[in-house]
């Protein structure tokens, strides 16, 4: 899996720094989550295919959303016929129906805009779950987590040799956990040639938000959490008020929720190109691995027993 | 005055252009052309200030307004307190009132959307009036003439004095077109020292639309000619399809026109950066200086007589 920051500004962007959009690659598809204004020009920039899965949008408010027409629109210049599902927080489907309408957004393919409430489950797949999950920013909003299931185990293909297990339908038989009998009625466990359940990997985008307990629980061990950190520590009052997060707090989130890597954005444009402090707060609260991505930034996120 | 290419690209953006905007300045003011997504940013990259004086719509496709709500929402950051007026054409201003609507763009400033049928002077002021001419282009659509109004002519200081005319009010009075009567009884008249009112500046831009006798008259003598050309010859049944205009056509309005520059935009992506064959064709049809702006692209409009 791979994840590209496209836009890693605050409210409002920077020369360097477009708004919010970050794109999340596995196997051929292609997750958006928000659509800032220009992000359609920053998957130019960043060759990332236009060929996307569907949209995940956090909350409305317009740093997170205003790249949605213009890109629904050049989708269509590619020819898409593939249907088009945005999911977006409930009790504000109608405004981004508004939006498409009031910029005569009627592309040939079909979109549709799916509400979806904290804790729903917005795609469900054999491989992976994208789960909407409650977060606190003074307006309908949630973040979304990106959950491979569980896979099996590894087999032991040696191990299975050495007893006796023929080459052929039997190995996948037991390693999808079904029992077999050898021909000197010997019978063979799942578990003597299976390793355990391997867990699949986890990343979790905030959008917006104050730092929240649903945040830890949600993340717990978490390969990648993508938080917020609009302020360093200095403007903590200013944060609350505004229903923002430093980046102290969020590194805070990522110390109790143990994960591995903490990238901090939407960071606003008063530090300029200068997100030293931004880092270097959080590196104190947590033990994760910290970083400011720069918008073109992508992440390759290993399985955890590819370590 | 100079003029800044914000945005160049037809409707789809590159990797090198940005949507559709100009921003044309003189004696401190901004008027703004166009908003196509990502405008503010690029305001950014090239250093044009915020302090808008008004904007100017040439129809309502997306690659002409969809960096609107965006830079609206980014000005209220910058303090501003000056109303701001948007020119539309007629039947669109409903359309851009639902698009600040359903973008919850609601600045603290106030904003006005004003319809202008083509021919009706949009901003009358006693240096310039911005007027609005009939394009063609499958929809709601004008182009914009920013017309310098006429300047005295120059004062000859040397040949008052050999007249006998007393350094003083009476200049003024001449200079204004007054005749004035000497000591001794002489009367001189306003031409004996005056020259010729010396013709201002003209500057017209088209947005998207056909090639069109209007723009001819429109036009005439510009010192600047903002055509798109959105397609080369070969495409010219496109063109005529699309409500486009190819870069021979385009030319052909210029020298109509007898313009001394013509700035070709809204090249379609098609020709990647690539654009010597759009200039090229237009330099067979016209003697008017050719170019093909980048975004970035400033131009100084000098006033004739500083030639």
Redesign the interface.
Known sequence: MQVTFLGTSG?????ER??SAILLRRDGERFLFDVG??T??QM??YSTGFDITAIFLTH????H???L??LL??LE?TERAAPLTIYTPIKTGE?IT??L?????NPTYSVSVQEVNPGEIAVDHDEYRIQAFETNHQTQSVGYAFIETERKGRFDRERAEELGVPVGPKFQQLHEGRSIELDDGTVIQPDQVVGDPRPGRRIVYTGDTRPSDITVSVAMDADLLIHEAMFTQESTDRAWQTGHSTSQEAAEIARRADVDRLALTHVSSRYGNDTSEIESEARESTDAEVLVPDDGTSLTIPYPDQD
Chains 1, 2 share one sequence.
Do not use: W
């Open positions: 409210a409002i962007p920077t020369i477009n708004p204004e220009g359609q020009r130019m920039r409305l408010h317009g740093d959303i205003l790249g027409p213009g629109q050049t210049s405004n508004q939006l309408a009031a910029t005569e957004t």
